[in-house]
C-alpha cells in the first residue's frame, strides 16, 4: 500500500468543514472517547480512506480544543482496535478495516449514545430470553446471590457509592440462572461496558434527578427478580424488557436534546 501524505479530498473537505464524521464535541463525554469516536467514524465512512495520513495532534488539539494528552491517548485505543497505525516521525495512517466473522466489542464501539442504543437493542433480544429461562431453572444459590446485589445496590444509592458493580452483576446473576453457560459468557465478555451510565452521565441528566432516577432501577430490578424467584417466566420476561426498553428510551430523549 502506498502512504498518502497529504489528506484525501474527502478528508480535507471533512477537516475544512471542522467535525469528523458529523461528531461534534460535546463537554458532557469523555474527552478522550468524544475524540476517538469521531475519528473512528470518519475512519469506518471512508472520509479517512486506508492509507490516508490523519491530522497532527496539533490539528486534531485545535479542532476539539483538547490538550495532546487526550489526543494521543484516543490515538492509543484507535491502535489497539488496529483502525490505525503509528510510524514514528513520520505520522498516522489509517488502516483497512479488519474483515472478520468474529464477534468483537470494544471501546471505540461505544464512543456514541447512538452506539449505546445499538448495544441496548442487543441487550433486549438477550436477556428477554435469558430471564424467562432463569425463572424456569434457577436454584436457591441463584436467588440468594440476586438478593445480595440487590442489597449492595440499595447501600450504595444510599451511600452516594458507585452503583454499577451491584447492577451489572445482577444481570449477570440471572444470565448464570438460565443454565446455559453461553449467556454468562457474553455478559462477561461485555463487561460492564453493558450498563449505560458507564457510557453516558444518565442520572445526572434524569428528570427527577440522580437518586430517583437509581431507585427507578432498582425498582426494576426487584421486578425481575419477583418474577424469577416465583418461577413466572412470562412475568421475568415483560419484566426485563420493559427494564431494557425504558433505558433505551431515556438515551433516545437525551440523544434528541443534545440535536
Known amino acids: 500500500m502506498n502512504l498518502v501524505q497529504t489528506p484525501s479530498a474527502n478528508l480535507a473537505e471533512t477537516l475544512h468543514a471542522g467535525n469528523f464524521g458529523g461528531v461534534q464535541p460535546k463537554r458532557t463525554r469523555g474527552l478522550v472517547n468524544e475524540v476517538m469516536a469521531s475519528l473512528a467514524n470518519s475512519i469506518r465512512n471512508n472520509e479517512i480512506k486506508p492509507g490516508d495520513k490523519l491530522p497532527s495532534e496539533s490539528e486534531i488539539m485545535r479542532r476539539f480544543d483538547v490538550s495532546r494528552t487526550v489526543v494521543r491517548e484516543a490515538i492509543s485505543q484507535l491502535q489497539a482496535n488496529r483502525m490505525v497505525d503509528t510510524r514514528h516521525g513520520v505520522g498516522t495512517f489509517a488502516l483497512s478495516p479488519l474483515v472478520s466473522t468474529n464477534f468483537r466489542l470494544s471501546e471505540v464501539d461505544l464512543g456514541t449514545v447512538a452506539d449505546v442504543i445499538a448495544l441496548l437493542e442487543l441487550r433486549i433480544s438477550l436477556e428477554t430470553e435469558a430471564a424467562g429461562l432463569a425463572a424456569q431453572r434457577r436454584t436457591d444459590a441463584n436467588l440468594v446471590a440476586m438478593q445480595h446485589l440487590l442489597d449492595d445496590y440499595q447501600n450504595a444509592v444510599q451511600q452516594d457509592a458507585d452503583t454499577v458493580p451491584s447492577d ?78 425504558n433505558s433505551k428510551e431515556r438515551l433516545r430523549k437525551s440523544q434528541e436534546k443534545t440535536i
Do not use: C, W
Open 168 to 245: 451489572f452483576g445482577f444481570h449477570l446473576e440471572v444470565a448464570k440462572a438460565t443454565g446455559n453457560r453461553h449467556f454468562a459468557d457474553l455478559m462477561m465478555y461485555l463487561g460492564t461496558m453493558v450498563i449505560p451510565r458507564t457510557r453516558v452521565n444518565t442520572p445526572n441528566s434524569a428528570p427527577e434527578g440522580r437518586q430517583m432516577y437509581l431507585q427507578r432501577v432498582h425498582g426494576d430490578h426487584e421486578n425481575i427478580f419477583n418474577a424469577i424467584r416465583n418461577q413466572d417466566a412470562e412475568s421475568a420476561r415483560a419484566a426485563m424488557r420493559t427494564h431494557l426498553v
